[in-house]
Structure formats: structure tokens, C-alpha cells
């Protein structure tokens, strides 16, 4: 995989105090870096991804996922229907009667592999009994076991951007558990773009009863 690298690119410069400044300044900074020169030396057009704005004639399709909330059930009583833009909604506990494989099935079904997809990962979604260095903690969240794998069950997405959130150093245990779930998070993202931009290359192939991809060379 030494053909994929990393760069840094610093900080987004952003106004907490005004939304819709904050939103016109982070909008700009994605359309300058998807508009920069991929790194990478090997067929740069194919690998080269960007965020793209979404027409709006395309119906969106959104997956909520690790909800927790007792005092509204299942409806919409204390909040806005969000129907109107295509979420399909995954309670925490479903996990209990589905597993993660239910989970992964759903989000698959929903989202597809063709699309592109925005993953945002918010930390909290794990419980705070693993990771206690959040802003905004709530019990009842997935085991951090559980999340990891989710991700590598949804690999197959068509991943073009993602984030993870509210990860609170202030606020983290001894071990700083909640950090290490968080780079564990960016690792299997990382790694899922990797492989998939590897396959839709066509560099690689997947090989019956091995995990790992191999080239067709090795075939």
C-alpha cells in the first residue's frame, strides 16, 4: 500500500460565534484542497477524490446510526421529521436484537457502493464506560469492539470524506482510552479508502479465503 500517503494540511480557520460564517469558510477550504494535485505518483487521476457539492435533484440517503433516546420512543415528538432527507434510523439498541452484522446490512442496503459517501464518526456513539472524554456523554452507546466492526463491515462504501467529532482530551481517563478509540477510528477509515480505491484501480483482487488483497500479479 506505499502508494497511498497522508498529508497534513493544517487547520480550517473557523468562526465559532456565526454559523453561517463558520459554514461559508469550511465550504471553501474543502473546495481548495479537493481542487489541489493528489500526491501520489500512481495514476493520480483515478485515485484523486473530492468532496462534491450534491445536486439537488438527487434524493439524499442517510444513515443515523448508535442513536440513544428514551423519552421520545420512535417517533418524531420532540423533534423534526428528517424524513425528507432520506435517514434511516439505527437505534443503539438494536444492536441487540440485529448484532453488528444487522447494522452493517443496514447501512449497506441504504447506501450502496456506487454513491458518494460522507462518513462522520462521533465518538460518543461508543459508551462512555470506553471512552469518557466526550462533550456530551451518554450511557448505553456500542462497545468500542462493536463499532471497529461496523467499519470494516460497511468497507465497501464509495467513501469520498469523513471526520471524527467530539473527541474531549479534557476529559479522558488515565489510559486516554478515548484518543486511542478515536485513532483506531481514523485507522479503519483509512484503510477502507485505501483498499476500496485499490479495487476500483484495479491493482487488486480479492482472493476466496484470504482477508488481505493481493495484486493480479500474485494470482
Not at 433516546?69 to 420512535?74: A, I, K
Not at 471512552?131 to 464509495?158: D, K, Q, S, V, Y
Not at 486516554?176 to 485507522?187: F, N, R
Not at 485499490?198 to 488483497?213: T, W, Y
Amino acid at each position: 500500500m506505499s502508494w497511498a500517503k497522508i498529508l497534513d494540511c493544517g487547520d480550517i480557520p473557523v468562526t465559532p460565534m456565526d454559523n453561517a460564517m463558520a459554514l461559508t469558510q469550511m465550504t471553501s477550504a474543502y473546495l481548495e484542497l479537493g481542487n489541489r494535485a493528489p500526491l501520489s505518483y500512481l495514476a493520480p487521476r483515478e485515485i484523486s477524490v473530492s468532496l462534491a457539492e450534491c445536486p439537488e435533484s438527487i434524493q439524499p440517503r442517510n444513515v443515523h446510526a448508535g442513536l440513544r433516546t428514551r423519552l421520545s420512543g420512535e417517533d418524531w415528538g420532540d423533534y423534526e421529521d428528517d424524513t425528507r432527507q432520506g435517514f434511516l434510523r439505527i437505534s443503539s439498541d438494536d444492536i441487540d436484537d440485529i448484532g453488528p452484522k444487522g447494522v452493517i446490512d443496514a447501512i449497506m442496503n441504504r447506501m450502496g457502493t456506487e454513491i458518494p459517501v460522507y462518513l462522520s464518526v462521533d465518538i460518543d456513539v461508543i459508551d462512555p464506560g470506553l471512552a469518557p472524554g466526550t462533550g456530551t456523554p451518554e450511557a448505553g452507546g456500542w462497545t468500542t469492539r462493536e463499532l471497529i466492526r461496523i467499519l470494516r463491515g460497511i468497507e465497501g462504501l464509495n467513501v469520498v470524506g469523513a471526520d471524527i467529532v467530539e473527541v474531549a482530551p479534557a476529559y479522558d481517563g488515565v489510559g486516554e482510552q478515548t484518543a486511542l478509540a478515536g485513532a483506531q477510528v481514523a485507522y479503519e477509515i483509512l484503510t477502507s479508502i485505501v483498499k476500496r480505491g485499490l479495487v476500483d484501480m484495479g491493482k487488486v483482487a480479492e482472493v476466496p479465503g484470504r482477508k488481505n488483497l493481493v495484486t493480479k500479479d500474485e494470482l
